[in-house]
């Protein structure tokens, strides 16, 4: 159900960004409201407390974003609170925000390492995926996992290139098992 509403809301507010032509500001105001939401616990609970009158938390909204973000956000942002739907409102941009950069061309990729990359390893990298993919452009995630002893995996979306040596270590494991087994 959860996952429904955040499509047909975040559907919703994806196509009003490319009628209105604001994908760029909606992007922009919606990494703002985030960046509130996630420093701002309280402001949560506020908004999700079932004891607080719709209209109090449309003016809390008000008071908080009105002049700060768009009249087409703001409007947003009210129907989700008078649709009892604010519960859902970080997927709902999450979904948006997805769907806003693939239709720029902009890939997401999660790339892990044994050990921190210098900023020319992480260009070198962000140009062979922008070589090997149909994106324009790259948002990388860098991690760290020592675990890997030594080269990397990368995720974009549900592939997955995984050419660290702890999985090459693994596979050789599991063929030297079948030779002894046979």
Do not use: C
Not at 35 to 47: D, G, K
Not at 76 to 82: D, E, K, Q, R
Not at 121 to 149: F, G, N
């Amino acid at each position: 159900m959860a996952k429904l509403i955040s499509k047909t809301y975040g559907e919703a507010l994806f196509e009003l960004a490319i009628e209105e032509d604001k994908a760029d500001v909606f992007m922009e105001e919606i990494a703002g409201i985030r960046q509130i939401l996630a420093e701002n616990q309280e402001f949560s609970r506020l908004m999700n407390h079932p004891k607080i009158l719709k209209e109090e938390k449309i003016e809390v909204l008000e008071n908080v974003f009105k002049g700060r973000i768009s009249a087409q956000l703001m409007g947003f942002l009210v129907l989700i609170v008078t649709k009892d739907r604010y519960g859902e409102i970080e997927a709902i941009l999450d979904y948006f925000l997805t769907e806003i950069k693939k239709y720029k061309g902009i890939g997401i990729a999660y790339v892990t390492t044994a050990s921190s990359l210098q900023k020319e390893q992480q260009a070198r990298i962000e140009q062979k995926l922008l070589e090997t993919t149909q994106y324009k452009e790259m948002e990388i995630h860098y991690t760290v996992d020592e675990s890997l002893i030594g080269g990397m995996t990368i995720r974009i979306g549900d592939r997955v290139v995984d050419s660290s040596i702890k999985t090459k270590l693994n596979e050789l494991t599991k063929q030297l098992l079948k030779i002894q087994m046979a």
